[in-house]
């Protein structure tokens, strides 16, 4: 039987439905990401611990490779925190910190990590990697937590109702963007690429 690749993409984006801002440090650097794979990585209670997959093609993958720390933020749906939500959004996921500083236009500040905690977030859990699964397009890092704080109340955003207040200029070049990361890994795990018109 074939693969239903509609089935598994319904399967497997159910299992994503929050953007997580996942910020990092290393050599005196700070950057982020917007990633949908944050997760927990324990069930022993007393001591959580955190997984996030992120791209090879990320500069926050190489920074978290090089630190072994990050951040996971849940921003927030309500009247309240939308707009500075979707600001995180466009700032972290439409551009790449390669090319300047994607954290300076947001109120920061250190966390225990040295990692930059989003004050406009909902809330955060700090990461001190303990294992990595590397993969030939991303690497899955298993961290232990280290600090946790609760931010604000409130409603925590999904992916759909982000991606629909969106401006849809934005959207699109975001969308363009992200097929370079899609073929960089399509090339890594040596698939074909798609034709496009």
């Not at 801002?21 to 069930?43: K, Y």
């Not at 551009?95 to 300076?104: Q, Y």
């Not at 397009?137 to 931010?151: C, H, K, S, W, Y």
Request: net charge negative; aromatic share 4%.
């Amino acid at each position: 039987m074939p693969l239903d690749l509609g089935a598994a993409n319904w399967h497997l984006a159910g299992l994503r439905p929050f953007p997580a801002a996942v910020t990092t440090t290393s050599g005196g650097r700070v950057n982020g990401c917007i990633a949908l794979s944050p997760g927990s990585g324990s069930i022993v209670p007393e001591a959580p611990r955190v997984t996030v997959g992120l791209t090879t093609t990320n500069l926050t993958h190489d920074m978290v490779r090089e630190s072994g720390v990050f951040a996971v933020h849940l921003l927030g749906a309500d009247d309240d925190t939308i707009d500075a939500s979707l600001a995180i959004i466009r700032g972290l996921a439409g551009s790449s910190g390669r090319d300047g500083d994607k954290l300076s236009g947001f109120a920061t500040r250190e966390g225990a990590t040295g990692s930059p905690i989003l004050l406009d977030a909902l809330g955060y859990v700090e990461g001190q990697v303990v294992d990595a699964l590397v993969t030939e397009e991303n690497t899955i890092f298993l961290a232990d937590v280290v600090a946790a704080e609760r931010l604000r109340g409130g409603r925590r955003l999904a992916i759909g109702e982000a991606w629909a207040k969106l401006p849809p200029e934005w959207v699109e070049a975001y969308v363009r963007a992200h097929l370079e990361h899609e073929d960089a890994a399509r090339r890594a795990r040596g698939l074909p690429l798609p034709e496009r018109a």
